[in-house]
T-cell receptor, first 113, second 114 residues
Framework: AQSVTQPDIHITVSEGASLELRCNYSYGATPYLFWYVQSPGQGLQLLLKYFSGDTLVQGIKGFEAEFKRSQSSFNLRKPSVHWSDAAEYFCAVGDDSNYQLIWGAGTKLIIKP | DVKVTQSSRYLVKRTGEKVFLECVQDMDHENMFWYRQDPGLGLRLIYFSYDVKMKEKGDIPEGYSVSREKKERFSLILESASTNQTSMYLC?????????????FGNGTRLTVT
């Protein structure tokens, strides 16, 4: 069955520290991979996406993600977090045969001052 | 920037009421989606539409219907609201490239059914 797993429901990181949010997927076709962020009281905003090519992709707000096919992973990273990064982060997977994405349950990022 | 506007930020309705959630996008996107967001469950697709008057069921269509009479507007209808439909509802739109096209979301409608 197709699925996306974000193993961490919550992550707490000190401001200025590095961040890695995990995403693992199970998907039959070659996937499109996305990370979205939801700030409190807001809708979701696209951070970055991977379709093909260079497996390290850069996104907005200083985020990057690395696609590792052998590990079926697409982890999100940021070298130094800011208090404004406190939000919920969602990983999603799709392909070009349909309109639907498979979503992870989300990881809530808490920033310690 | 694409703007997706949901008509209400908060709604409180009674069990059995018919409820309309409205969504408008201003970028001529072909695709529009209604999601439901519950803690720990991520986003679950209720319905989507890839063209005017076209609609497709998502993962959890039961108890919901949709209407897309104009390209920019996509309405979600709860025919007879129930307490288990208390949730955050998110509308999104995208261009016509199926799942390859990024989604643009509204700010959500938090619906409480009492």
């Amino acid at each position: 069955a197709q699925s996306v797993t974000q193993p961490d429901i919550h992550i707490t990181v000190s401001e200025g520290a590095s961040l890695e949010l995990r995403c693992n997927y199970s998907y039959g076709a070659t996937p499109y991979l996305f990370w979205y962020v939801q700030s409190p009281g807001q809708g979701l905003q696209l951070l970055l996406k991977y379709f093909s090519g260079d497996t390290l992709v850069q996104g907005i707000k200083g985020f990057e993600a690395e696609f590792k096919r052998s590990q079926s992973s697409f982890n999100l990273r940021k070298p130094s977090v800011h208090w404004s990064d406190a939000a919920e982060y969602f990983c999603a997977v799709g392909d070009d045969s349909n309109y639907q994405l498979i979503w992870g349950a989300g990881t809530k990022l808490i920033i310690k001052p | 920037d694409v703007k997706v506007t949901q008509s209400s930020r908060y709604l409180v309705k009674r069990t059995g009421e018919k409820v309309f959630l409205e969504c408008v996008q201003d970028m001529d996107h072909e695709n529009m989606f209604w999601y439901r967001q519950d803690p720990g469950l991520g986003l679950r697709l209720i319905y989507f539409s890839y063209d005017v008057k076209m609609k497709e069921k998502g993962d959890i269509p039961e108890g919901y219907s949709v209407s897309r009479e104009k390209k920019e507007r996509f309405s979600l209808i709860l025919e007879s609201a129930s307490t288990n439909q208390t949730s955050m509802y998110l509308c999104a739109s995208s261009l016509g490239d199926r799942a390859a096209s990024p989604l643009h979301f509204g700010n959500g409608t938090r619906l409480t059914v009492t």
